[in-house]
């Protein structure tokens, strides 16, 4: 027959033996959220913005005198995006510093998505007229966007970046 006091030993250690599982489920669970976020961080961002870094790091000061006389043809775009069946289509309206549309130009968009590379567009953009230019495209989300813009003719070169929101 077990006594009282064998009782309460056995219930003290018991409860003894709680705690330190308690603790040891606890780190457990600690270990596996770790885990978790180490693997997310790992295989969902490279780390890489551009390809070739290095490269454009060494033509930096070419890419500075570009900028400046680009900013100094003083053309501003405009853009929109209307939905079409499949998808959207952009218009970017090129004007120069009076205002006048510049025609004949070889435009390109580069659609960059600001949180991940993974859907980034180049777009050939077409003449429509009187300094229209525009393509189809299916965008695989609506929101925030950076559009680079770039166009040519002759010896002349321009280009043009905004932040653009897709509904």
């Keep these: ?10 219930h003290s250690q018991r409860k003894s033996l709680w705690i330190p599982t ?12 770790n885990g978790t976020m180490i693997y997310f961080a790992q295989s969902t961002f490279s780390g890489l913005d551009t390809e070739k870094a290095y490269a454009e790091g060494i033509e930096y000061n070419t890419i500075l005198q570009e900028a400046a006389a680009s900013a100094a043809l003083g ?34 968009a580069h659609l960059v998505r ?22 189809d495209l299916a965008l695989p989300a609506g929101g925030s966007w950076e559009l680079r813009l770039s166009a040519t003719r002759a010896s002349t070169n321009w280009q043009s970046t905004q932040r653009v929101f897709v509904k």
């Design 1 to 10: 027959m077990m006594t009282i006091d064998a009782a309460q030993q056995s």
């Design 22 to 33: 308690l603790m040891v489920g606890l780190m457990l669970v600690v270990v596996a959220v």
């Design 75 to 108: 053309w501003t775009a405009k853009t929109s995006f209307t939905k079409i069946a499949g998808g959207r289509h952009i218009a970017v309206t090129i004007a120069d510093k009076n205002g006048k549309p510049v025609d004949g130009l070889d435009m390109t």
């Design 114 to 135: 600001p949180v991940s590379t993974a859907f980034d567009q180049l777009l050939a953009l077409r003449p429509e007229g009187a300094g229209v230019y525009g393509a």
